[in-house]
């Protein structure tokens, strides 16, 4: 899976470390995550906790997108067999799937093609009727997959607004509150085109707490933002939105537009959401991994969030203490977080990601042994073509030309040379960001 592993693997703790990241991202690969929470008994099929009765329907469809669509689309495929009538999905690579229509689409800007077979996708949605079941996959990257501009919104008033939000270290929360409301199917809209049919959200997340109406932007979820709080988000962090884009949220404020339907809306009330993975799933293998190497693993969260080179050093401090004092676990041990980091870039022309700012941040805090790694789960870390990077303090020579990289937001460019970057391609799955830190015996 880790395409330069024989580079990267300079001792016993940067092989741990680079077992953990495997395992974390094979677990939660989408298939079998699916087929952990999907199966089927003769015209019984069951989602999750829920049962639909395959006979009460028509048609059975598939729609959806994002990185991971794929994956799980082929799994259904597999358990629905001839009973599934066909579908749309985006996703970002070109794979194969039997029965469904795959697009292949942009990501992190949305494009024309996406676009395209999003119209597609809501072209189906529109047709069901009450003897429809529709399996609504969505996946990480699904924002940017799905794109259908709302009311007189060009293509490029969204790019120009997605590029805004995510190099001014926005939280995914609130660009996708943003997103929810410049868009005709995010924010719970595909479930009010849907209606009357029955709708079974199938999600992978990538978002820190599973908030299912920030995954993909929410299509299939109630939505309690407004285009008051859309608005908002330019406020608070000194953004301007293109004209169109911030008229149109205006608009919407004055009750000119409707607004994305709330949690009461009865277009809800033949929809189920499920979700099927999340980075818990992806750190729980690491620590199964980590044992089994003879380290004591820690799962220390799966909501890291924040700038990522202020992120690591209180990680690294933990990894120092657990060292000099055996607190809060003894070593040999391994420490895991998962989340998403926000990078706010400040320089024109770096290279990297939120996971390498990580890694190298952290080898300049650290003072000790320990190797750290981090990466993020669908092989691209940020807009890099790395998943992450893994290093520890003795890899950084020139310190003083490592932290002015840190700081142009370079970090990318400083561990390539240094040959610290974990090369993946890209995944298949997109269970947000895996750090591991391995701290070595001190007595060995």
């Known amino acids: 899976m880790i395409h330069n ?19 974390a991202v094979a677990t939660a690969a989408p298939e079998g995550a699916t087929r952990a929470a999907v199966n089927r008994d003769g015209k019984t ?17 598939i729609v959806g997108g994002g990185k991971a669509a794929d994956g799980v689309t082929r799994a259904l495929e597999s358990v629905l067999g001839d009973t599934l009538n066909g579908g749309h999905i985006v996703v970002k690579q070109a794979t194969d799937t039997e029965t469904v229509q795959r697009s292949v689409g942009d990501h992190p800007l949305p494009s024309n093609r996406n676009v395209v077979a999003t119209t597609d996708i809501l072209e189906t949605v529109d047709e069901a009727d009450a003897e429809t079941l529709i399996l609504f996959v969505l996946t990480g990257g699904a924002s940017a997959l799905l794109s259908a501009p709302a009311g007189d919104l060009t293509l490029d008033d969204l790019q120009t607004t997605t590029d805004r939000l995510l190099n001014g270290g926005v939280p ?21 085109r849907a209606a009357p049919a029955t709708v079974a959200g199938v999600l992978i997340s990538d978002v820190v707490g599973n908030d299912l109406s920030t995954i993909g932007s929410g299509p299939s979820v109630p939505d309690e933002t407004t285009y ?50 999340d980075n818990a ?7 199964a991994v ?67 700012e990580f890694v190298l941040s952290s ?27 893994i290093a520890d303090g003795a ?6 030309r490592a932290r002015d990289a840190l700081l142009a937001n370079d970090a990318g460019s400083y561990l390539s040379e240094i040959e610290a970057t974990v090369e993946t391609g890209p995944t298949g799955t997109n269970v947000n960001d895996v750090a591991v830190l391995v701290v070595p015996d001190p007595s060995e």
């Not at 592993?5 to 395992?23: G, Q, T």
């Not at 004209?243 to 607004?259: F, M, N, P, T």
């Open 5 to 23: 592993r024989s580079e990267l693997a300079a001792s016993v703790a940067h092989e741990v470390a680079l077992d953990c990241i495997e395992a």
């Open 290 to 356: 980590a044992r089994e190497a003879g380290y004591e693993p820690l799962v220390l969260t799966s909501r890291l969030r924040g700038e990522p080179r202020e992120v690591a050093k209180p990680l690294v401090a933990i990894a120092e203490e657990t060292t000099a004092t055996g607190t809060p676990v003894e070593p040999p041990a391994v420490l895991l977080a998962g989340g998403e980091t926000t990078v706010t870039v400040t320089a024109d022309g770096g290279q990297g990601g939120p996971n390498q």
């Open 228 to 277: 008051e709080d859309a608005l908002g988000v330019f406020e608070r962090y000194d953004l301007s939105p293109p004209s169109a884009v911030h008229d149109h949220l205006e608009a919407g404020q004055d009750g000119r537009l409707s607004e994305t339907p709330f949690p009461d809306d009865s277009v809800f009330d033949r929809v189920t959401n499920h979700l099927i993975g």
């Open 172 to 192: 995914i929360e609130e660009i996708n509150a943003v997103r929810k409301h410049l868009s005709d199917l995010k924010g719970g809209q595909i479930a009010r």
């Open 281 to 287: 799933t992806a750190l729980d293998a690491a620590a």
């Open 45 to 61: 099929l069951t989602v999750g906790e829920t049962t639909y009765y395959l006979d009460n329907y028509t048609d059975v469809v």
């Open 395 to 400: 890899v950084i020579g020139d310190r003083e």
């Open 363 to 389: 080898a300049l805090a650290h003072d000790g042994d320990a190797v750290i790694a981090a990466v993020d789960t669908d092989g691209e870390d940020g807009s890099s073509n790395v998943a992450g990077a």
